[in-house]
């Protein structure tokens, strides 16, 4: 089982930037697996937002935040960042990461280990 912890959010003015980490441990099991970035607004279901591979450098992204978030790895400190630019109030949530094996990479029910969340708000 995986267990992660996110780090990085924080207040920030609209057009502004903020980097997520999501640092991933783990007892060794010979899989690799892929991790994604979700997030939670009041009221709101759960929703997708980036995803990448562990074992290669494939990505999606919601079409909300295509050109403006980034997500990326660094392997030696098993992290995985989401890179956040241009930031708009409506990105305002609780950021969670998860891991997965297989499944629909949008999909919440793909996911098998997930963070605490960290909380991100964007003024206007």
């Known amino acids: 089982q995986v267990q992660l912890v996110e780090s990085g959010g924080g207040l920030v003015q609209a057009g502004g930037s903020l980097r997520l980490s999501c640092a991933a441990s783990s007892r060794y099991s010979g899989r690799t697996y892929n991790i994604g970035w979700f997030r939670q607004a009041p009221g709101k279901e759960r929703e997708f937002v980036a995803r990448?591979?562990?074992?290669?450098?494939?990505?999606n992204y919601d079409h909300s935040v295509q050109g403006r978030f980034t997500i990326s790895r660094d392997n030696a400190k098993n992290t995985v960042y989401l890179e956040m630019n241009s930031l708009k109030p409506e990105d305002t949530a609780v950021y969670y990461c998860a891991s997965s094996y297989s499944g629909i990479y949008y999909k919440t029910t793909s996911y098998e280990s997930w963070g605490q969340g960290t909380q991100v708000t964007v003024s206007s």
């Open positions: 990448i591979t562990w074992n290669d450098d494939s990505t």
